[in-house]
């Protein structure tokens, strides 16, 4: 052997024993810890939302119905306040996307990050058309029982969806 290869004779039990002390000490941390959060589902039990559909901004694609699900997505998974936006961004497609990266750029996200809340009323304010709430007038205007009660139920209460400030009377006054 050369005199590099020579080395002072190690003992492996007393190596061993030491990683067995440290592992115990360790444990014993651990268990003297307290928890900052309880959790009441285990992951077996975790339940595990279907993903919001990507928004691309067409007038045809529900915005509201886009917003609901993304915030019950956060609520579930749970996606902490701080990502909620950016996580969010992750699902715009097409003009979506392109509004999305607009804002990011044009966001001072070290001094003046938005709000989940504000971020929410940004989308709005750039993807709900201007007349959405003269057009769902004009279709409730125009709206007729043509095949059964439960279609024309079902658009009714669509409209309605669009007009969620008219008053009840109103909307008895409406159905007809």
Sequence with gaps: MTSSSQHAPVD??????????????L???????????????????????DRPS???GKKSKSLEGWIFQMQQYCELLPVPHDNRIAFAGT????????????????TNWTVDAPT??????????????????ISAYDRLQRLSQKTSVNAYNHEFRAIMLELPDMDPSSRMNYYS
């Design 12 to 25: 492996m039990d007393v190596i061993i024993q030491q990683l067995r002390d440290q592992i115990t000490q």
């Design 27 to 49: 444990q014993q941390e651990v268990q003297n810890q307290q928890p900052t959060q309880i959790r009441v589902q285990g992951p077996a039990n975790q339940v595990k939302p």
């Design 54 to 56: 990507p928004f691309s």
């Design 91 to 106: 699902f715009f497609k097409d003009q979506a996307a392109l509004w999305w990266r607009s804002y990011h750029r044009n």
């Design 116 to 133: 989940w809340e504000q971020f929410l009323e940004a989308v709005r304010r750039h993807f709900t058309p201007v007349n959405t709430t």
